[in-house]
């Protein structure tokens, strides 16, 4: 039986121990967990009316990167409709009820630390279908059926993190138990609304932790929708990692 959410991954920064970036030496996996019907009803209508209104038609992926350096439809836009469409698109985001747990890792910090440091990207899927399976526990959904939409990024890469997925959900996690969740890996040419809002939420989300004295608006509104029962529990909407 498939449970009443869908949840949808995506990344900023990248998970190389190799070559650190300086001004962004983060990697942050977000995930997006909505109930299906909020999606269907509300999320996606309102994302293709956006597109209709802003570009005329609703083929534009609404990648983060994109939007920031106006590439592409959004080198088109000038700055009274860009400042339009990013009202209309947080505004979306604020109405839309989902929950957002993040996992933010900093690689200086995780080199520094182990000797032998694992992968960025699958602690980031430990952590995150830990706290995803705590949430849908909380909402009694956690012995159905659960959709895990992560976006393609290479065919080894992709191989590697199924994998990975996999043995979490094979009772390597902190409760030890099987995970009801199934991975489904989508190419962003798919034009996932999913795929795009948690592309879009995950880079301010590093940023605040990168310079959480630097004003910060995406962020504000996505600090309002971390999974965190009772108000109380830290480290359930927002992991740093080490």
Same mark, same amino acid.
């Given at each position: 039986?498939?449970?009443?959410?869908?949840?949808?991954?995506?990344?900023?920064?990248? !998970?190389?121990?190799?070559?650190?970036?300086?001004?962004?030496?983060?990697?942050?996996? #977000?995930? #997006?967990?909505?109930?299906?019907?909020?999606?269907?009803?509300?999320?996606?209508?309102?994302?293709k009316k956006l597109k209709f209104d802003t570009f005329g038609h609703d083929c534009?992926?609404?990648?983060?990167?994109?939007?920031?350096?106006?590439? *592409?439809?959004?080198?088109?836009?000038?700055?009274?409709?860009?400042?339009?469409?990013?009202?209309?698109?947080?505004?979306?985001?604020?109405?839309?009820?989902?929950?957002?747990?993040?996992?933010?890792?900093?690689?200086?910090?995780?080199?520094?630390?182990?000797?032998?440091?694992?992968?960025?990207? !699958?602690? *980031?899927?430990?952590?995150?279908?830990?706290?995803?399976?705590?949430?849908?526990?909380?909402? *009694?959904?956690?012995?159905?059926?659960?959709?895990?939409?992560?976006?393609?990024?290479?065919?080894?890469?992709?191989?590697?993190?199924?994998?990975?997925?996999?043995?979490? #959900?094979?009772?390597?996690?902190?409760?030890?138990?099987?995970?009801?969740?199934?991975?489904?890996?989508?190419?962003?040419?798919?034009?996932?609304?999913?795929?795009?809002?948690?592309?879009?939420?995950?880079?301010?989300?590093?940023?605040?932790?990168?310079?959480?004295?630097?004003?910060?608006?995406?962020?504000?509104?996505?600090?309002?929708?971390?999974?965190?029962?009772?108000?109380?529990?830290?480290?359930?909407?927002?992991?740093i990692f080490p």
């Amino acid at each position: 039986m498939n449970s009443d959410y869908i949840v949808f991954v995506d990344e900023s920064g990248d !998970h190389s121990l190799t070559s650190i970036d300086a001004d962004y030496p983060l990697f942050v996996l #977000c995930f #997006c967990v909505i109930r299906k019907a909020d999606y269907g009803d509300t999320l996606v209508p309102r994302i293709k009316k956006l597109k209709f209104d802003t570009f005329g038609h609703d083929c534009v992926v609404l990648h983060e990167i994109d939007i920031r350096r106006k590439r *592409g439809d959004f080198s088109l836009l000038s700055k009274e409709p860009r400042e339009r469409f990013m009202a209309d698109l947080t505004q979306i985001i604020i109405d839309t009820q989902m929950t957002v747990i993040a996992v933010v890792i900093d690689k200086r910090k995780l080199k520094q630390r182990y000797s032998n440091p694992y992968n960025p990207y !699958h602690i *980031g899927i430990k952590f995150g279908l830990e706290r995803v399976r705590h949430f849908l526990r909380a909402h *009694g959904q956690h012995e159905n059926l659960t959709h895990v939409v992560c976006e393609a990024r290479g065919a080894k890469e992709d191989k590697d993190l199924e994998l990975e997925f996999r043995r979490v #959900c094979d009772g390597d996690n902190r409760s030890g138990v099987p995970y009801q969740f199934d991975i489904v890996i989508c190419d962003k040419k798919a034009n996932s609304e999913g795929l795009q809002i948690s592309d879009l939420m995950a880079r301010p989300i590093g940023l605040h932790i990168l310079r959480p004295d630097q004003q910060n608006r995406a962020y504000d509104v996505l600090a309002e929708k971390f999974f965190s029962p009772n108000s109380v529990v830290n480290g359930n909407g927002l992991k740093i990692f080490p």
